[in-house]
């Protein structure tokens, strides 16, 4: 099997990559890219951790041969910060103590991501349904509902106060 | 058919450390030229918050603020001895030994300051905030980052301080089996509220009520926290964790992450915990462990529930369908 070039729009910038057939997009972001913000958890689809933005939707990167995406638009934890302070969904995770040790989190801010760009304002049904790929073993999610609603919230502020 | 309610209670003392051949665990702390404070361990944060406690104990203990102390959890091979993160010991034996190195590099810390202002040591005090100043005389002092830079450039001094806490090992009675296992108890009590279904033997956890005496809870909100993800994880034991057969043999158990049973975001209970602060004699700040007891109580409160609910005794974890199943048709003389 021959390798090929795949090009991949990562955090606003495009980049080509040879890779094997069958290589995941967990892979490219953390060997390639060195994009390690994305966790590799389970790499079967079943804890979620890797949870990366392509072309705005929430996917589980260790299930996405890239080959598969060629073209698309990719947006990790990494491109979700802001060069200064934190994003509104990273600044309602601290703040409401949504993290513990962490592993899940980076997942669990982007199935956020995706959840509010296509439905900004939530229920708490919504804001389970939006992680219920996603699995904590530390906090028992009642912070992360929490705090998944609390972004929404913050978001709608921020674009308010743009508007004006 | 028809979902039943039942209510269970189930309390537990859980021990804040253990008998080992000597539970010790070490910290070191020393100043920046700045007048920040890097404490040394080998103790693993991995998000129980020992990093935040600790930071906690050490800028109460050294008179600075929470932001200029920075845990370095270094290294095993590099970092002062731990025994580990286990047995619900680290805020209890960690926080022992930050405070004693931090009471020592107060007092460096504090000896500079009165050479500086030539005053007499004992006059000074921290006013948390990052100045050292002669007692009633706020005027009269100095900030802690001069101290830092006094302590460096011009006393030759390093600021810093050992600390270390050992529980010595307790030799076991032989006669009777009687031993000091641990340096004090934490308590709680767990209130679960399930209803259960008799035709599919499924056993919902509507709310978990909690009570805990965590001697002084050093971060409530860290401590409730802990709760909540213990409560959650206690469900996950009772109701679904295991890797042993559902049924009716192996070939139908999980096989892989992928079926490994837990509950997710839309099976939490609604949950209602207090915390109950008395002081214990021998801890950090009076502080206790609260740490794998917050996954116990839940347990044996929702078995307790079931049988309040159906009348049937659990008495494997988990209680899984099947087994309510099994235990209904016992009740009704059915043979399974």
Redesign the interface.
């Known amino acids: 099997m021959k390798h090929s070039v795949v090009s991949l729009t990562i955090n606003g910038t495009e980049r080509q990559m040879l890779v094997a057939p069958g290589t995941t997009l967990v892979e490219v972001l953390r060997e390639n890219q060195g994009l390690a913000g994305t966790r590799r958890g ?1 790499d ?4 979620g951790t890797c949870t990366v933005l392509v072309d705005g939707k929430a996917m589980m990167s260790c299930l996405l041969p890239v080959e598969t995406i060629e073209g698309a638009r990719v947006e990790t934890i990494e491109g979700l910060t802001p060069m200064q302070g934190l994003h509104p969904i990273q600044e309602a995770f601290l703040e409401g ?1 949504a993290t ?3 592993f899940c989190t980076s997942g669990m801010i982007m199935a956020t991501a995706g959840l509010l760009a296509r439905n900004p304002n939530p229920s708490r049904d919504d804001a ?2 939006a ?2 790929g ?12 929490d705090a998944v609603l609390d972004a929404a919230k913050r978001m709608q502020a921020a674009q308010r106060s743009e508007a004006a | 058919m028809a979902w039943l309610k039942g209510r269970g209670v189930a309390a537990v003392n859980y021990p804040t450390g253990m008998n080992l051949g000597g539970d010790p665990s070490q910290a070191l702390i020393h100043a920046t030229t700045t007048g920040g404070f890097v404490i040394t361990l080998s103790s693993v944060d ?4 020992i990093k935040t406690v600790g930071a906690q104990i050490a800028a109460e203990t050294l008179g600075v603020p929470y932001e200029n102390v920075v845990i370095d959890t270094a290294d095993t091979d590099t970092g002062p001895h731990c025994m580990g993160t286990f047995a619900s010991r680290g805020t209890h034996r960690i926080g022992n030994a930050i405070m004693m190195a931090a009471r020592e590099a107060r007092e460096v810390m504090m000896s500079v300051a009165a050479t500086e202002l030539e005053v007499d040591p004992g006059d000074l005090v921290t006013d948390g905030k990052g100045r050292i100043h002669v007692n009633g005389a706020p005027d009269k002092g100095m900030s802690v980052v001069d101290v830092a830079l006094a302590a460096h450039f011009k006393l030759g001094k390093t600021i810093s301080g050992r600390g270390m806490y050992m529980k010595p090992k307790s030799e076991v009675v032989p006669e009777t089996g009687e031993m000091d296992p641990d340096s004090c108890q934490a308590h709680a009590c767990t209130v679960a509220d399930v209803e259960v279904d008799d035709e599919t033997g499924e056993v919902r956890v509507l709310k978990m009520t909690n009570a805990y005496e965590i001697g002084r809870a050093m971060n409530p ?2 401590a409730h ?1 802990q709760i ?6 206690g469900i996950s034991h009772a109701l679904y964790e295991t890797t042993e057969p559902y049924y009716p043999d192996r070939a139908h158990g999980p096989t ?3 079926q ?1 049973l ?1 509950p ?3 099976d ?1 209970a609604e ?1 209602d915990s207090v915390i109950i602060e008395r002081p214990s004699s021998n801890g950090p700040y009076g502080a206790k462990g609260i740490g794998e007891m917050t996954a116990n109580s839940p347990i044996p409160a929702i078995a307790n529930a079931i049988f309040d609910a159906c009348g049937v005794r659990v008495t494997s974890m988990p209680f899984t369908p099947e087994k309510i199943l099994r235990g209904l048709d016992a009740l009704r003389g059915i043979a399974n």
């Open positions: 389970c079967q689809g079943a804890c103590f513990q040790c962490g389970v349904r992680i219920s996603n699995i904590c073993r530390c906090t028992g999610y009642e912070a992360i509902i | 991995l998000g129980q918050g909100a860290l926290q909540v993800g213990g409560a959650w994880m892989d992450f992928s490994y837990m997710g975001p839309g939490i949950m």
